[in-house]
């Protein structure tokens, strides 16, 4: 019996391993509940979820995908107001928070 497959899947896990890094994100107590539910209907857990989340979320971005299709045009300046990178630089003197 051969192992050679195994050692060479543990090889690429290790490789990967390596090449990762840990992102928090904090969630309201909804959004967390709302995370683990639609994980367990897809018999998957938070984590694979969120994984797939921000996937996505950069593919379409990558494809050309606008603050405005994403989060509304309704609700655009509010994003803005909160999470606009430049926004914050120009009322922090240049420093991002």
Request: charged content about 25%; proline content about 2%.
């Amino acid at each position: 019996m051969s192992f050679t497959p195994f050692k060479q899947l543990l090889s690429t896990y290790e490789k990967n391993k390596m090449n990762t890094q840990t992102v928090g994100v904090k969630l309201d107590i909804s959004t967390r509940k709302r995370l683990k539910e639609a994980a367990a209907k897809l018999d998957r857990t938070s984590h694979w979820f969120i994984k797939q989340a921000i996937q996505c979320l950069i593919k379409k971005v990558e494809s050309g995908v606008t603050v405005e299709q994403i989060v509304g045009i309704d609700n655009v300046e509010a994003d803005i107001a909160r999470h606009s990178v430049l926004s914050r630089q120009a009322h922090h003197g240049g420093q991002p928070d």
